[in-house]
């Protein structure tokens, strides 16, 4: 009898740590095809200078992400938001989170914890980059790219938990390098 107290013991414990440490996974919304760069070749002499502004409506600031994925496309000689006159192409980025407004991830946190992570929740966030670009030449467009990121929180998450923990800044790093793809392929860029 007392041993079995003690699996039960440790069963509840198990339970209790899954709920506190993390027992969600992230999953992407698909709705952006996974797009990679092709190198360029350029040389750092012929590359444009980017002027960038970034707005951000909804929660925490993804500015870093932003522009690492800029200076990992090795497309720009230099990126700038301070003097936007010596600029090549000027890009004002526009980033919209949306959560669900149904059942917000705070919620979810609470009732998970309620029901020991017996039962599932799961919400979804809806992101919009809107990037309007310019060049000197005279070339301006307005890209929109929309994609989603949907929490489940469960016990059994757990299990997933490690291989998904990266899927938000997987998919707004995907979002942008489809605005750069698509930029380079209207002449943005100039011979990359």
């Not at 041993?3 to 999953?27: D, E, K, N, P, Q």
């Not at 707005?55 to 720009?76: A, C, P, T």
């Not at 919400?123 to 310019?134: D, F, G, L, M, P």
Request: hydrophobic share 40%.
């Amino acid at each position: 009898m007392k041993h079995l107290f003690r699996g039960s013991r440790l069963i509840v414990f198990v339970m209790m740590l899954s709920v506190m440490t993390g027992c969600f996974a992230l999953f992407d919304g698909g709705q952006v095809p996974k797009t990679k760069l092709a190198k360029t070749v350029a040389e750092d002499q012929t590359k444009p200078i980017l002027f960038y502004g970034f707005n951000l409506y909804g929660r925490n600031s993804k500015r870093e992400e932003f522009l690492e994925e800029i200076h990992k496309s090795q497309y720009f000689k230099k990126i700038t938001n301070f003097n936007s006159a010596e600029a090549d192409i000027e890009m004002n980025v526009t980033l919209t989170v949306t959560p669900n407004p149904n059942f917000p991830f705070e919620d979810m946190v609470y009732f998970s914890a309620m029901t020991i992570g017996m039962i599932p929740f799961w919400s979804t966030e809806q992101y919009e980059i809107k990037a309007r670009v310019n060049n000197k030449t005279g070339l301006e467009k307005e890209y929109v790219v929309n994609d989603s990121i949907t929490v489940v929180m469960w016990w059994p998450m757990l299990l997933l938990y490690p291989f998904t923990y990266d899927a938000e800044e997987d998919v707004l790093s995907n979002m942008l390098r489809n605005i750069i793809q698509q930029m380079y392929e209207d002449g943005f860029m100039g011979e990359i």
